[in-house]
Each structure stands twice: as C-alpha cells, then as structure tokens.
C-alpha cells in the first residue's frame, strides 16, 4: 500500500468516525500489516477472501479498550464496514459479542446477521453520502454476497433436510 492511499484512508476514517461519533479511534492497520496483525491474534478467523476484520477479544491490553480495524485492500467501504464494528463495540452491542449459538448461525446467514447488515448498509450509504467511485462496486459485492448466503443457507437446510429423511427411511422399519 502506497502512503498516498494510506492518507487518504486516513482521512476518511477521521471522516467516518464524526458520523459514527466514535469516542475513540480504534487502532487502524492497512495492508499486510493488517493481515499480519489478523493471522497473528485471531488465526481461526482469518480468511483470504475477506476485504477486512475489526478485531475486539483476545487482544493485547493495549487493544482492548477501542479494538483494531484491519483493512486490507485498499477500500473505503471496507473501512466504513469495519469501523461501524468499532461504533458497535463501543456502544456494546449485544450481537457482536455472540454465543456459540450465534456463531453458527451466523456462519449461515452471515449477510443479514444484525451487525454485518448495519456494517453493510452504513458503508454503502457512507460511499453514496461521498460521492466514491467505489460505491457501485461496494453496493454490487453486497448484492452478491446477499445472494450466496441465501443459496448457501437455503442448501445447507435441504441437505440436512436429505440427511434426516435418509435416516428416516432407513431406520424406519426397526421401530
């Protein structure tokens, strides 16, 4: 990442954090730092194919009290995502800190869990609000991403569907 593209994110997560009223900026890390930082402290979480991360437990003291967003393109509604994470975490939101219930639904329908929703929206309205170039792409990806966990929820249900007729079928002449 060239230190022109790091001001400029800069500059808009001052920007963002006036919107959100964010008492405190959270630690911000950009490119393979931030991917570094990721693998290094949240190792189970850490996928390729995501743009971001806002990190929150198992951190460092020094980390606890505002978290870390992590941004690693180059993207201005990643940023936006990630530091409506961080207004949430402030504000304490009850959905961001789930239970192990929670986290299984949120592995299937990760797009309209609560707080990836209101991170969704609020960076593509953030985009539109600035007049980014980025902000057709950005509302695009959500779109798709929308679309793959509706289909990926609605097979995983009929599979499991499948899976206990099988067992049904199998099993129902031993009762």
């Not at 920007?15 to 930082?37: C, D, H, T, V, W």
């Not at 606890?64 to 949430?88: F, I, M, N, P």
Request: glycine letters at 4%; charged letters at 25%.
């Amino acid at each position: 990442m060239c230190e022109e593209e790091k001001v400029s994110l800069e500059d808009h997560a001052s920007n963002i954090a006036k919107i959100l009223s964010l008492k405190s900026l959270p630690e911000m890390m950009y490119g393979n730092e931030a991917r570094n930082f990721v693998k290094k402290h949240f190792p189970k979480g850490y996928k390729e194919s995501s743009s971001g991360a806002f990190l929150f437990d198992e951190l460092p003291e020094i980390y606890r009290e505002s978290g870390v967003v992590c941004v690693y393109d180059c993207s201005v509604g990643t940023l936006a995502h990630e530091l409506c994470h961080a207004k949430q975490y402030e504000d304490n939101n009850k959905w961001l800190k789930m239970n192990l219930f929670n986290k299984r639904y949120r592995k299937c329908l990760y797009a309209f869990y609560p707080v990836e929703k209101e991170a969704l929206e609020f960076a593509i309205k953030y985009l539109k609000d600035v007049n980014h170039h980025d902000y057709g792409n950005y509302k695009s990806e959500y779109c798709k991403t929308r679309i793959f966990w509706i289909v990926s929820s609605v097979t995983k249900t009929v599979v499991l569907f499948l899976f206990f007729y099988f067992l049904f079928v199998l099993f129902k002449n031993f009762f």
